[in-house]
Nanobody, 119 residues
Framework: QVQLVESGGGLVQPGGSLRLSCAASGIIFSIYTMGWYRQAPGKQRELVAT???????NYADSVKGRFTISRDNAKNTVVLQMNSLKPEDTAVYYC?????????????WGQGTQVTVSS
């Protein structure tokens, strides 16, 4: 069984920074794409950033130049560094990993962490 545990959310003023972390544990043979998504109240969940097993990154246009995604394969961890935060970044942030366990590849989600940007 695989679990993803997120940390690092909170309340920050506009222009501030937060660092989100997501650690995967369990029977993991390999982790392919790792990513962050967010869901604001009344809106659909949307992609924020992804990083492939080879390190290629992809960002939503709304966060390009402000957010940076990285991964530590030895620790099965993905990190989202968020700078120059705006009120419109307020949402619940979820990590998602595509993981090979034994002979099955599945997507796993974290429980979500609240990010609130407000003065």
């Amino acid at each position: 069984q695989v679990q993803l545990v997120e940390s690092g959310g909170g309340l920050v003023q506009p222009g501030g920074s937060l660092r989100l972390s997501c650690a995967a544990s369990g029977i993991i043979f390999s982790i392919y794409t790792m990513g962050w998504y967010r869901q604001a109240p009344g809106k659909q969940r949307e992609l924020v950033a992804t990083i492939s097993s080879g390190g290629s990154t992809n960002y939503a246009d709304s966060v390009k130049g402000r957010f940076t995604i990285s991964r530590d394969n030895a620790k099965n961890t993905v990190v989202l560094q968020m700078n120059s935060l705006k009120p419109e970044d307020t949402a619940v942030y979820y990590c998602k990993d595509t993981i090979l366990t034994r002979d099955v590849i599945s997507d796993y989600w974290g429980q979500g962490t609240q990010v609130t940007v407000s003065s």
